[in-house]
């Protein structure tokens, strides 16, 4: 939901991986952002209306972006989203960021523009492995931002660890970062920053997007 350029751009991102995508905004001429050959489904209406998002294809949908550029609307159609038609993978972007972690609280994952880039919605919508966030000055040791697959929470950070042979540097929860403490155990939505070796990465990442082996 939105078409300025901060959708336009999410949604030719997501048609370039391969995804059916529907774009939906109350001004017709937002549409001229996309490109021409973009060829998703373009709705005229507003996101947070049920007849509109059925005719964007929402019964069917893996993933929802509220994106416009009003907080009220992209917080009501994330949780019309997710509350009426059961969709999952939900983000709304949010420009005041004293208000994210509340709806944070919801279950709702939100992006505040100040941080904003359309990878870090991309990530929010879909499973994206590992992405380095920082190298050392020998290129041999990385900061890995990791996505973790939903069997692991609820578990000790330190089972990550143990799984991984990689370093939970710290988590960022509600916006938030925190420095793992003996206890800690992974929550929902929480995002997962590790240390670990550039030869390592492939095997972190393979391991952690899967569930947690039986009885580890």
């Known amino acids: 939901m939105g078409c300025g350029r901060v959708g336009a751009t999410l949604a030719q991102s997501l048609e370039s991986r391969g995804h059916s995508v529907a774009v939906i905004d109350q001004n017709p001429d937002a549409f001229r952002r996309l490109d021409a050959g973009f060829s998703g489904n373009k709705v005229t209406g507003l996101g947070f209306d049920r007849d509109t998002l059925r005719t964007a294809g929402i019964d069917d949908t893996y993933a929802f972006a509220a994106v416009s550029d009003g907080d009220n609307s992209n917080i009501l159609a994330a949780r019309v989203v997710r509350e009426t038609f059961g969709v999952e993978n939900v983000v709304a972007r949010i420009y005041d960021p004293h208000r994210a972690e509340i709806y944070q609280r919801l279950g709702i994952p939100t992006v505040a523009t100040v941080r904003w880039t359309a990878d870090q919605v991309l990530r929010r919508m879909l499973p994206m492995g590992t992405t380095d966030e920082y190298r050392d000055a020998s290129g041999r040791i990385q900061l890995t931002q990791v996505d973790v697959h939903p069997g692991w929470v609820g578990r000790p950070l330190r089972a990550l660890e143990s799984a ?17 403490a003996a206890g800690s155990v992974l929550q929902e939505n929480d995002i997962v920053h590790m240390l670990l070796e550039v030869a390592q990465a492939p095997a972190v990442e393979r391991v952690l997007t899967a569930p947690p082996a039986v009885g580890a």
């Open 164 to 180: 991984s042979g990689a370093r939970v540097a710290y988590v960022t929860r509600y916006g938030d970062g925190l420095l793992p």
